[in-house]
């Protein structure tokens, strides 16, 4: 029976890119709830404002 060579770097971690990396810099690396408040706190404030706009 032929043993099956695998590759020694096949669990190691790989660095994370894309929108893991802009919230490390941006949060840092333990980010708490205030930050997520912080992050939707404009969202909400556009889509109240939408909402009361609508209304008139």
Do not use: C, S
Not at 7 to 32: I, L, M, S, V
């Amino acid at each position: 029976m032929k043993q099956i060579d695998h590759d020694p770097d096949e669990h190691r971690k790989f660095p994370d890119y894309g929108d893991r990396q802009w919230a490390k810099k941006k949060f840092g690396e333990n980010p708490t709830p205030a930050d997520l408040i912080y992050y939707l706190l404009p969202i909400a404030a556009v889509a109240i404002a939408m909402f009361l706009w609508r209304g008139y």
